[in-house]
């Protein structure tokens, strides 16, 4: 069963333009979530994060929109750079229980 | 917010050497802490638990004895990856509960065993 799904499993952008990257979740006991980058070759980096008790979080071009009651997570890009063209994955976990949870991962290419 | 600070970002040792990987809370007692692997290709998996001033709790297929995890204080965690092999390759990451104002992870750590 899968708890956290990232159904867009690539996306293609234009430099300048927005991106939205999104992640579904199933279980109501996730209270913290997060974005994470990676390249080929590499290990994933940290994005941003949010918890359960804000519904927006914002840092720089990237802005985490939390939507409780559709268990919905969204990541915005703006404005997309080249740099920006890698996986991203979301995860999410629990208060109660510690164990993250992995989207698998949508490959976002922005195009010059 | 609960920050948790985890050093080094990357490191990179010789085969046979161990490596230690720290974990700070620094505004807030992290009452426990859990160890992620990510394999190649494949999510984060949970390592271990670890309470302060306990033993850790291992998840099945995790050598203890390879991977050391230390929570001696409330504020500070570490995973000593001993006589390391290229296979222990790999994007460790910690998280850090308080139990009660939330959780919070930290940055990872990309270790290369050469």
Redesign the interface.
Known sequence: DQQVKQNSPSLSVQEGRISILNCDYTNSMF??F?WYKKYPA?????LI?I?SIKDKNEDGRFTVFLNKSAKHLSLHIVPSQPGDSAVYFC?T???SY?????GQGTILTVHP | ?AVVSQHPSRVICKSGTSVKIECRSLDFQAT?M?W?R?FPKQ??M?MA?SNEGSKATYEQGVEKDKFLINHASLTLSTLTVTSAHPEDS??YIC?A?T?GI????G??T?LTVV
């Open positions: 209270d913290y997060l590499e290990g994933p980096t940290f994060s918890s995860l976990g629990g208060t510690g164990k993250l949870t992995f | 917010g426990t859990f992620y990510q999510s984060l949970l638990t790999s994007f998280s509960s139990g939330g959780y919070t992870f940055s990872g990309r």
